[in-house]
DNA sequence: CATGAATGAGCCTTCATTCAT
DNA sequence: CATGAATGAAGGCTCATTCAT
């Protein structure tokens, strides 16, 4: 019972990797199976269905998100720390398994409706914590009332690409940009996420309210 | 002679929609070709080859994309218009064809270095309009030295992933989110690009300036 | 684990037959999984490639004639019946299974550089052979040193052609050819196996040696 | 009518090459065109039809070669010399144009009965002039009857294969066989042809006769 | 006649999936 | 449970051939 559930760990480990890389249709169940150990028949007896395998890796990655969003969004009674710990913890997870960012872009490139509706649901979480976040902060009277859409977007859009890019800043970084323009692009994600976090501060404050509580990293 | 430059264009323009719909592993050359009116030979003989069809596409769209941002980051003597402006000019192409956005991220999806150098040339392309007006507002005093790469990020992903999570947004609202929550899924683009460009500007904003020039508008 | 082998074996006998038959880019690999009472999948399952399917075909086919030959070389002290052997036993196999001559022609046709190592290999094997038994008969003084390569062409060339010719000779004697100059187009293998080995002979035969040893064909 | 004959020249001259060196299946006919400098269409007006360029071709070559044949199976009074003839002037047909070798193979390789007539009666011409030469020997008391089939067979094989077995042996000379073993896998055409000469002379000499009348070449 | 474009048929290959052992 | 083998259904690509211009 516990080799078994064990087989299945490394199958959706394997298989978020390789979706990540691969895509959906692009990924081979295959590989997968060699990736997790298995033999391509035994990936069917444990999981019955490329499909299926997908959505788990879906939901699995959405709901790991969800739940430490959800914690980062009750972490203080300052909203401004909780736009910060919001970042903080996408970052984190992000930067801890890098497929996680690549499997919510390839779930949205998808396009269309989300077909799972317990996929859906994941990602309903999570919008759901920056929605509160917003409005917690709007009814303190701290930040001005925007569409959380437009936050989440920018929150989520930013740091997936952030990570994303990686490989092509590294080659930018090679070719010398960085000291062509005094930049780097290398800066690692904390640098990112602090300006993010700032930015959105600052972009949410309300009209008369001063900014308190630094932003920010301490990574 | 006319034909042949018009059957390209046909064939460009549907691999473009496919593409941006199924990724490129999930493409089909003969939907393609169906949906270009062409014969899958015919498609062959126009263009040789599935990968040189995507990156085709890859190059036109790109390319189109970083035109139009050059003349936007040249547009004003501004910094801060002309951070509107890339803002705008980038909603509007991709609310203008939305597979470019989906585009845009199937290519970064596909993680890895981009193997076509000239796609890569491209992407730089855009990456410099925004490094540009970024050190042109520092310059002039009015943006803090941030790396332009973050503000990059922010730019795209944000918008993005506003345009692609359309269909979710659509979803949410036929769930009742917006009276339930006072929100509307469904804010026009123009709504958010005013937050985008305001954030950004804000976020950008340096300690002493004080911000001129309205932001954008907030139709 | 039996059945994996004997499913080896079918396909690799089929291919020889439809290789011989068509020519390697006529042959259609859903003819051999046909002939072989496989599914096309499962041949690529077993085999893994037109190309290579072929070049074991070619390997296997080349080596058995080299081993038999080599067999055939050292089967008597005296040279002359040496050269009776190799004539015998290259008829012998071409007559056992007509593919192994038109698959050595078609290699052969294929001109340019063989490009398999291991084929070539094989090839000089067999080339060995009749080098062997030429330079054996030089040193004891009853062949005269010709060229080997010039044996070889004969010996194979000769051979193959017969076989090769069957169909050809077959339609001849059909329309009377034989009737008409008094000859059998239709003559056996054995007849044509005396009368090479006889001529090989003589044209080798050294200026003052005596034949000895009856030549010819005891089929 | 000039030009069209000279185009129609073209296209055989390029067919022969290709069809030699890819075998019939393998040649494609854009190759065929482009290698003319005439357009594919262009191509199918003036012949038609893959298979019917591949007769043509074949009739052409196959003809070229009788006509050379009968000449020199005419050429002398003496059955010896006349062989050497034979053997002489099939040698030149091919080092001329080693693409005729390789076109005899082909349609020897087809297998099966050649389908056209045409070709098939070219054929018979060739054959023809082996078998006249040997039974005017054997009238003259020269030669010994022998089934002309298998002189036939031992003509053609033997420089078919000389020629075709060009790369093979070039590779052999590269890899220093030469040295090794004392022999030349260069050797010159007219080597082989003096020694097939000769071997075919006194493999038919009659029994009694003596040979007389120098064999070879002079080439 | 020459040519660019089109196309139906077919080829090699792969993939997700299943089943007997 | 694990595995080697099998397979139907595509999928990408090519080819001989035709046609309008």
Redesign the interface.
Known sequence: MEAGIGVRRRILEAAAEVF???????ARVEHIAKAAGVNKAGLYYHVGNKARLFEEVMVEHFSEVAARMERAAASSEDPGQRLDALVRVLAEAFEERPARA?IM??E???????DSETV?RQ??RI?RCT?TVV?SGVQSGVFTP?????VH??L???????I??G??????AAMGLGRE?G???M?PIA??TA??S???R????APGAHSHGGGGHEG
Chains 1, 2, 3, 4 share one sequence.
Not at 108 to 114: D, F
Not at 167 to 172: D, F, H, T, V, Y
Request: charged content about 20%; hydrophobic content about 55%.
């Open positions: 990540a890389r691969e895509g959906f249709a692009g690549r872009l390839i949205l490139a998808r396009g269309g409706v989300i859906m990602m309903a919008f929605s409005s925007e569409n959380p859409f437009f977007m920018c989520i859009g930013s740091l997936v690409l952030f994303l890019s490989p092509q800043r590294e080659r930018a323009f930049i780097d692009p800066a640098d990112m300006f993010l700032g930015m959105l600052r972009g949410l404050a």
